[in-house]
């Protein structure tokens, strides 16, 4: 991929953060990452090392140097700065409030975040109009959409800019107007999963009937065409008729089901636990994850292929 002198600051150095500098890392830039000494710094040269490889380039340590604080990155440089510190709302304004008094007044601010409105995070902070939301799906160096999300504050020039950037990275932004609560993708995941725990707790089905009806499927599906693209495939008379009789029976909980809910209390909270809606092992769960990453290479080779 082309050589180039731009350069990105990312504020914090975890899964997320290591995996965004390295889309931009792939593509030329230099990736400042900020993060402090602690085990996650340790382990980020072997995690951008295989990143990298992920995506065909070669990982240099010169094209990530990594800071301890905000305030030694070389922000006259500085094109874009995300934010992927963890989710707390103190953390982030902080965060926030270091970067608009660094950064220069053009710089567009961004936060990784997956459920704070970037208003929120920039309630108390002047330049709010060059704050804007660039949410990433993990793993973000595989994912190809990004989430460009402004507030009602935020620039048109901003959020025109920063997909601009999220293209020449190789990404697909997905503009979202405003900072509705879960965006754009979590909403529509939550919806789902509503659905499917919900079928799961009335024993209509198993864990496993829900995932391969989604993977082979209506969701096989989704890879080539979304799901207002399927409506006008099939006919919208059809999915019309078919609503009237399915949407009255849809669970419309406003809280999380018990059966999701109680699992979290015994802390079944997924592989991290060895015990989600399945049961894992170590070796189960390194299985899982090699072959989660193949299908999503593949997926991303029949993406690729569209755009040729």
Not at 45 to 73: C, N, W
């Amino acid at each position: 991929m082309a050589e180039n002198s731009r350069a990105v600051a990312i504020i914090g150095g975890g899964t997320m953060g290591a995996d965004i500098a390295a889309t931009f890392g792939a593509h030329g830039w230099t990736a400042h990452i900020v993060n402090p000494h602690d085990r996650m710094r340790e382990t980020l040269p072997q995690r951008l090392r295989s990143a990298m490889d992920k995506l065909g380039a070669t990982y240099d340590d010169a094209r990530f140097p990594v800071h301890e604080l905000i305030g030694s990155i070389p922000w006259e440089a500085v094109e874009i700065a995300i934010e992927a510190a963890p989710e707390r709302l103190d953390v982030k304004q902080q965060i926030f409030e270091e970067m608009v008094k660094l950064s220069k007044p053009n710089t567009p601010l961004c936060s990784n975040s997956t459920a704070i409105p970037i208003s929120v995070i920039g309630e108390r902070l002047p330049t709010r109009e060059r704050m804007i939301g660039t949410h990433y799906f993990m793993p973000a160096h595989l994912v190809p959409a990004v989430e460009v999300v402004s507030s009602q504050y935020t620039k048109q020039a901003t959020a025109d800019r920063v997909v601009n950037i999220m293209k020449s990275v190789g990404k697909v932004p997905v503009r979202v107007s405003l900072d509705i609560p879960g965006f754009l993708g979590a909403r529509l995941q939550a919806a789902l999963s509503r659905e499917a725990i919900k079928l799961v707790e009335r024993g209509i089905c198993t864990p496993e009937d829900i995932d391969n009806i989604v993977r082979y499927g209506f969701g096989f599906r989704y890879l080539a065409a979304g799901p207002l693209l399927q409506r006008d495939h099939a006919g919208l008379d059809v999915h019309n008729a078919g609503a009237e009789t399915i949407y009255p029976d849809l669970c419309n909980d406003t809280v999380p089901s018990p059966y999701m809910s109680e699992r979290v209390k015994a802390g079944h909270i997924g592989m991290k636990a060895k015990k989600g809606f399945y049961d894992w092992t170590d070796e189960s769960i390194a299985t899982e994850k090699a072959r989660y990453e193949r299908a999503l290479a593949g997926a991303m080779e029949v993406l690729s292929r569209e755009q040729e």
